[in-house]
């Protein structure tokens, strides 16, 4: 316990803020369809969500050791650098999820902690070879896998129910989306939750608590299973309803076919070690959905936005998680304090000005712009 300092202390707990974040941020990856299409009351799917992404994160760490001995030096990393990155990825989480855009939490943590070791230990401190093959192929490759697969899925649920009564299919698939979305939430946690096992892991290395390429300790699989289950609790509703009812007009059978094509994705994905994005495969999935279904409409102007979110996400992570090193790297302790007040700060006017517009599981299903045209519009001056 001597390696654990102060600052290591400080980098931990920001850590599990980080995955606080990101729980309540992703909350709608899980369970936005479900919610639309009402086959789970938006309390419990989020109470499902919390426990499931707990159980998940003690399935796996192979994604927790290519963060931790991947795509940064950590012969080179110091926890003020960790601090820098984490305050970039929390800033960037809590600015998206004020307007409702589902960006890459992950995305966000990386480009955080790649900002903050570029400034603080120069270029060669990060390994751009693993970030291409670990980060930035599985970021363009996986969001187009989950959308044909749920492109194709959607096509062929509503080919083989065709002739059957609409009341059944619906509660059929319901059913069946409990099932999905439970899925993915277990494999958010087998993903996402190794993200901020692996930051801790590697502020240890870098305090000498731990070896060269070693794997988090239980204690610290622990803390982040909670931390982002919590988060999850919590319900990001504001991109739940941009998720659930933004994009597309979700029915059930698009819902199962969605979760199930990035429960597929996402588990293989973590079973190989590749840190991709949760978000940009969920949306994917619910894209490939509403496009494999006749008379659904995309909502491409929302999908335009969120694309642009994704492209800017690791850049402007990586902008404030290096303007944060540079400031601890010359102020040293009296930097990190400044640079965790102003984050503090900030973090707490994003929470204010939110309250103003709030977003919460009794409203979540309310506001939507995607309309289906069943019949033709009366003419006017024709009675209601």
Not at 15 to 43: E, K, V
Not at 61 to 77: H, M, N, P, Q, W
Request: net charge positive.
């Amino acid at each position: 316990m001597d390696h654990i300092t102060f600052l290591v202390a400080v980098v931990i707990v920001t850590a599990l803020a980080f995955d606080f974040t990101n729980g309540f941020h992703d909350t709608a990856n899980a369970m936005a369809t479900s919610i639309a299409t009402g086959a789970l009351a938006p309390r419990t799917a989020v109470l499902i969500s919390g426990v499931l992404n707990v159980v998940g994160a003690f399935l796996s760490t192979e994604v927790a050791k290519t963060i931790s001995g991947g795509i940064v030096d950590d012969t080179l990393v110091t926890p003020g650098m960790i601090f820098a990155g984490l305050v970039g990825a929390i800033l960037w989480n809590l600015l998206t999820w004020l307007v409702g855009l589902p960006s890459s939490s992950s995305h966000a943590l990386f480009g955080g902690l790649i900002g903050a070791v570029w400034v603080g230990a120069g270029s060669h401190g990060v390994n751009f070879d693993k970030v291409v093959e670990k980060v930035l192929v599985p970021a363009v490759v996986s969001p187009v896998v989950a959308g044909v697969a749920a492109l194709l899925a959607t096509y062929l649920a509503y080919r083989l129910t065709d002739r059957a009564r609409k009341e059944s299919v619906t509660k059929g698939f319901r059913v069946g989306q409990i099932a999905s979305a439970s899925l993915v939430s277990l494999a958010h946690g087998t993903n996402d939750a190794q993200k901020t096992m692996g930051v801790i892991t590697l502020t240890l290395i870098s305090a000498g608590a731990l070896g060269h390429d070693a794997g988090p300790p239980l204690w610290v699989i622990a803390s982040a299973g909670l931390a982002i289950g919590l988060g999850t609790y919590l319900g990001g509703w504001r991109i739940i309803r941009t998720m659930g009812k933004g994009l597309t007009e979700i029915q059930s059978p698009q819902g199962f076919a969605a979760e199930t094509a990035s429960t597929t994705v996402i588990l293989t994905s973590a079973h190989l070690g590749f840190a991709l994005s949760t978000t940009q495969v969920a949306s994917g999935s619910i894209l490939g959905a509403g496009l494999g279904r006749r008379l659904a409409e995309v909502r491409w102007g929302v999908a335009g936005r969120m694309a642009v979110a994704w492209l800017v996400t690791l850049p402007a992570a990586a902008l404030v998680g290096g303007l944060a090193a540079s400031v601890v790297r010359s102020g040293g302790d009296l930097g990190t304090a400044v640079v965790a007040l102003v984050g503090a700060a900030l973090a707490a006017a994003i929470v204010i000005v939110s309250r103003r517009n709030p977003v919460h599981a009794h409203n979540v299903n309310d506001a939507h712009g995607v309309t289906i045209r069943t019949e033709p519009p009366a003419k006017v001056g024709t009675a209601a």
